[in-house]
């Protein structure tokens, strides 16, 4: 898209940007966009207010709302290019699954024939979300296979969507102490945000890509080791009788 050249009135603005007059006053009520320069009662925006809006543009097309944009931009300290390749790194590091569509018929064949009060929990828990009719969204193909294997094991659904939702607790306790590691140690321990600088941009977006390996390598390791311990007890136990 050709950048418009020049100084630009806020309908200009507006064309250009593909925006209304009353979202961009908002955005400038925000403190998202700063003010124009006004002269003889004008205001007049140049090229920093575009690049500014069609930043919040594709952050809001990343899936920012915008009080986190706000918090974003207020951060970024100018680095625009660069605060939309970390927000992209952010919401893109841990989003592996491809989600999957299916229907009722399908789900139900999958899972043993659940009744709708396992398919309620289901949807409560967020592994399977309806899209309308007889259609469902499946956010993890993963998790829901294995639920499907324990179903096909003989485990009932409720029991196996109770073991589910103890995954899932677990897992965001989990989740939430390597994010806060990020953010408290290596975040807020390279720089103040306030002066971080576009270089320094660009490096915290590699120690996020550096964290899911991490993380998962982790939590795997430490799985395996507690699941040893869990079935060596259990074994104990089952071969007593």
Known sequence: ???????????ELARATGMTVRNIRAHQSRGLLPPPEVRARTGYYGPE????????QELQAEGFNLRAIQRLVQAANG??????????????????ETPETTTLQQ??????????RALRRAERLGIIRPLGGDRYEVPSPTLLRAGAELIAMGVPPMRALAVAEQVQRHARAI????????????ARGQVDPQTRTP???????EALARLHPLATEAVAAGFQQ????????????????
């Open 1 to 11: 898209m050709r950048e418009p050249a020049g100084e630009l009135t806020i309908d």
């Open 49 to 56: 207010h575009v690049a500014r809006l069609r930043l919040i």
């Open 79 to 96: 680095g625009g290019e660069q605060l939309l390749a970390f927000g992209r790194a952010a919401l893109t590091a841990f989003a592996d």
């Open 107 to 116: 789900l139900r064949a999958r899972l043993g024939d659940p009744d709708d």
């Open 175 to 186: 989740a939430e102490s390597f994010a806060t590691l990020f953010v408290e140690e290596v």
């Open 199 to 205: 270089q320094e941009w660009v490096e915290l977006s």
């Open 226 to 241: 507690e699941m040893r311990r869990v079935v060596e007890r259990q074994l104990v136990e089952v071969l007593r009788g």
